[in-house]
């Protein structure tokens, strides 16, 4: 059974930054495409950024390019997400989510089918 567990959300101020981490339960990490997504109060679920499982590819969601980045490590079973000049409307519920030997960059919250409990992340002005 794959459990993963984000952590390092918070309150912060704009302008501040936020690093968030997802721990991934399995032996075999390294085959797993990841994500991040997000889903403010509502508001359907969004696409933040994905990796691939060797990490030598990401893809970022225009709405955080240049802000946000995505990254893993696969010798300890982590996605991190770096979120620099956070803004109010970064305010949101920030899931990692998993795919085993996954390749695509999807975009799309239905083509992963592991995810973590979320962790709350909330920007004030």
């Known amino acids: 059974q794959v459990h993963l567990a984000e952590s390092g959300g918070g309150l912060v101020q704009a302008g501040d930054s936020l690093r968030l981490s997802c721990v991934c339960s399995?032996?075999?990490?390294?085959?797993?495409?990841l994500a991040w997504f997000r889903q403010a109060p509502g508001k359907e679920r969004e696409f933040v950024a994905a990796?691939?499982?060797?990490?030598?590819?990401?893809n970022t969601a225009d709405s955080v390019k240049g802000r946000f980045t995505i990254s893993r490590d696969n010798a300890k079973n982590t996605v991190s997400l770096q979120m620099n000049s956070l803004k109010p409307e970064d305010t949101a519920v920030y899931y990692c989510?998993?795919?085993?030997?996954?390749?695509?960059?999807?975009?799309?919250?239905?083509?992963?089918?592991?995810w973590g409990q979320g962790t709350q992340v909330t920007v004030s002005s």
């Open positions: 989510a998993a795919r085993y030997n996954y390749i695509r960059l999807s975009v799309r919250w239905l083509d992963y089918n592991y």
């Open positions: 990796i691939r499982p060797s990490g030598a590819s990401t």
């Open positions: 399995v032996s075999t990490f390294g085959s797993y495409g």
